[in-house]
């Protein structure tokens, strides 16, 4: 059964400013929206400015954690670019909901209430902590400032969180339990992932010039009527979602067969009712790891073998590399359906586990 | 659109709880009153207000090579693993049939012992590096990757995380799965293991009682926290019959909302959990005077047994005297991530087996006069339709509707 979704609203919290402008600036310029050297550059996520630009006080997010402020400032964004300025959580919207995906959680907030409960005892476990160190607490906290009173859902699915956030909010909307559904995904960076490791060695590396960064986004769902007849302006539509999996455990990497992609991606283009040929650009999950790398290409040529191959992106080499960075690399396929890349493009998503995602994003 | 086409049915359970290590015991232990309760002895809680928690037996995993190295996961894996197979042996999935079955589970916690590795590979002075090893141990998506491996599944996978809903919530997502044609089935539910971690965080929050719980009591004071894991194998009906299945219920409609109020208190007036319940109603297409029984959230916790009266109340009217509720987490603990699962599990035993459990610990009803709770024994009922309820911090509400499987029909 074909599943759709309208994207009418893009939010973006990078290191370098907010907003669905400033990351269409800067991709359409190929500048890297990324943090440049190093992770202290990033700022706080409390900032002042960040909370300014959504609205938010100082006040309602000091207890949250960083990675609960960033979606939340995503979701107010993509809710008034939307055209849901008023989404400020004084009133309820029962047919809203929230979907947050992400690799590790809220992993600032966990490791302190850990570390207090490891050096302390259990005595001295943090009250205010504990809630907010649950993975979920990001989706509760943006139900709460955004009034969103609908379904509420955290997905943990790795690299691939931010598309299955995205799977989950179309099969809301699909089933009449929602209007809208303002889907979100992010992570934390931390400075002991940035440094090489056997398996990140080649993340951080000059010459390949990806690096772990922690972006986050949120996109605004509708259903194509109701956007229309709300007279939304309409980004992008989600038209097609594939999945495939290897099962290859938990230490094992990302899906080694190149058959594997193929399976997902031949998937979203059967729920769209959609040929290989059609696809004018691929926007790769490549991230500077030779084992994903790889396969990807391996699969686009096996896909695309009778046809001519589409057109690569690779976002990543702008956007930095985030685990879930699903939404914010969908939200740059969206801007980049706007600036010329034709009328349809194949998003890619890949994790450690072996499983890979494919979305199907078309200008409406 | 997703299809409302064809009816969700479940086609094999599994479960493992302070009543023993499968459905069988379960069921037995609801019904002769029996609590899963002793101090606990998986981790030191001396440290804690409370020491008092409902563990479950060890996990059964043969030896094969296949599995050895689940023995060295945490213990939500192994304990969804063995769930899982259960509910698989009794669905009669396997072999190739696996290829396009789903994983779906809903867990809230992390191991002691995983968090420990990552901490301390973190905080170690002049050092700056993580261990790859660590850092994939600690993510969540590990959970649906070890029993993937070890059961051979092949279809896609999730870890979903609403608080103490998760295993209700992972139960509905893979029914809209199965409708949108991703996979031929689903295995879903929920898992979770009783923690320091877990433990001390809600005693910082008084929210456990030092004695057993007692729902909707008024000398209620708390949770008693427990662990465990619930599956379901969902199929659509029309592939279950095909290959023969018997359908053990069917799932007929979901709600889901947010309070959006608070993170950790319920609304007060239950208004999130009575829009929950409506919109599954809504979705199966019945009016409350069909419900048979409620499997409640019942906590024990003063505020959220007292929202959840409110709620039932108000989607009953009329009926809140004569319609049974109950909870088993007077019998079992709260379970977290396992607990909407475990009760879904129950709640289709109660419609097959006509019986619905007692609310252990229920001896001085605070809420007297205003729901008809099952007390002391097991109630005999004949129900086409049951409610079962979930919550969790956040304000995340879930109910779903199951359906007794003399409904669909013959094939």
């Known amino acids: ?364 | 659109m997703v299809s409302r086409l064809s009816p969700i049915v479940v086609t094999g359970l599994g479960a493992i709880s302070a009543l023993g290590p499968d459905v069988a015991s379960l069921w037995r232990g609801l019904c002769a009153g029996q609590r899963g309760f002793r101090r606990i002895r998986g981790f030191d809680a001396g440290g804690c207000r409370v020491q008092l928690g409902g563990e479950a037996p060890q996990p059964r995993l043969p030896d094969s090579g296949r599995w050895l190295g689940l023995r060295r996961a945490h213990r939500t894996a192994a304990f969804a693993l063995d769930a899982a197979a259960q509910a698989l042996a009794q669905s009669g999935l396997s072999g190739s049939a696996l290829g396009r079955t789903g994983l779906v589970l809903g867990t809230t916690g992390c191991s002691d012992d995983v968090l420990k590795g990552f901490l301390e590979r973190v905080r170690r002075p002049g050092y700056e590096r993580s261990s790859v090893r660590s850092l994939k141990d600690y993510a969540k998506r590990g959970l649906v990757d070890s029993v993937a491996q070890a059961l051979g599944v092949g279809g896609t996978r999730s870890v979903v995380n609403t608080a103490c809903s998760s295993g209700l919530v992972a139960i509905v997502l893979a029914a809209d799965w199965l409708r949108v044609g991703g996979c031929d089935a689903v295995i879903a539910g929920g898992s979770d293991h009783l923690t320091l971690h877990t433990l001390a965080g809600f005693c910082s929050l008084r929210a456990v009682d030092s004695e057993p719980c007692r729902p909707f009591d008024r000398r209620r004071r708390g949770m008693t926290l427990g662990e465990g894991a619930g599956i379901l194998v969902l199929e659509r009906l029309e592939d279950a019959r095909a290959r023969g299945a018997k359908p053990l219920g069917v799932l007929a409609g979901a709600g889901m909302t947010a309070d959006a109020q608070h993170l950790t208190a319920p609304d007060a007036l239950g208004l999130g959990a009575a829009r929950a319940a409506r919109a599954a109603l809504n979705e199966a297409g019945i009016g409350p005077e069909q419900i048979g029984f409620i499997n409640a959230h019942g906590t024990a916790t003063p505020h959220n047994d007292r929202a959840e009266v409110v709620g039932m109340r108000t989607i009953l009217g009329a009926r809140s005297l004569v319609c049974p509720l109950s909870t088993v987490k007077g019998h079992i603990g709260h379970c977290l991530g396992a607990a909407g699962a475990i009760e879904a599990v129950v709640t289709l035993l109660s419609l097959r087996y006509g019986w619905v459990p007692p609310t252990a610990g229920l001896e001085e009803p605070e809420f007297e006069g205003m729901l008809d709770f099952v007390r002391r024994v097991p109630r005999r009922v004949s129900a086409s339709y049951a409610l079962s309820n979930s919550f969790g911090f956040g304000g995340n509400n879930a109910s779903v509707v199951f359906a007794h499987p003399e409904g669909l029909g013959a094939p």
């Open chain 1, 1 to 364: 059964m074909p599943l759709e979704a309208a994207i009418t609203g893009i939010g973006v919290v990078t290191p370098k400013g907010v907003g669905r402008s400033l990351l269409s600036e800067y991709l359409q310029t190929g500048r890297p929206v990324r943090s440049q050297s190093s992770l202290a550059e990033w700022a706080p996520a409390w900032d002042k400015p960040l909370l300014a630009a959504a609205g938010l006080a100082l006040s309602s997010t000091r207890r949250m954690d960083p990675l609960s402020v960033r979606a939340v400032v995503a979701a107010r964004l993509a809710l008034a670019d939307a055209g849901f300025p008023g989404q400020d959580g004084t009133e309820l919207d029962p047919g809203a909901g929230a979907v947050f995906g992400t690799a590790y959680g809220c992993q600032t907030t966990t490791l302190r209430y850990a570390r207090k409960l490891a050096d302390q005892g259990p005595c001295f476990a943090n009250p205010i902590d504990f809630p907010d160190s649950i993975d979920g607490a990001a989706a509760a906290h943006m139900t709460i400032e955004c009034g969103l009173g609908g379904p509420s859902m955290t997905v943990l699915d790795g690299e691939v969180a931010g598309e299955r956030a995205l799977q989950v909010g179309a099969l809301m909307l699909g089933a009449g339990r929602v209007t809208r559904v303002v889907v979100t995904a992010g992570d934390q960076a931390w400075q002991n992932l940035a440094a090489p490791t056997p398996g990140l060695a080649s993340m951080g590396h000059p010459q390949c010039g990806w690096a772990p960064d922690q972006l986050a986004a949120a996109l605004v769902l509708e259903t194509r009527s109701g956007a229309a007849s709300r007279g939304a302006r309409v980004h992008a539509l989600l038209c097609g979602f594939g999945w495939a999996a290897e099962s290859h455990g938990r230490s094992r990497g990302y899906p080694s067969r190149p058959e594997t992609y193929c399976r997902a991606i031949s998937e979203a283009l059967s729920q769209a009712q959609l040929p290989a040929s059609r696809v004018g650009v691929f926007s790769r999950a490549a991230a500077g790891w030779k084992e994903l790398d790889r396969v990807e290409l391996e699969a686009i040529e096996l896909q695309w073998a009778n046809h001519r191959l589409p057109r690569l992106a690779v976002l990543r080499n702008l956007l930095g590399y985030t685990p879930s960075d699903g939404v914010v690399r969908v939200a740059g396929a969206c801007l980049g359906l706007q600036a010329g890349w034709g009328q349809l493009v194949l998003h890619q998503g890949a994790a450690l586990g072996g499983q890979c995602a494919s979305l199907l994003l078309r200008r409406p």
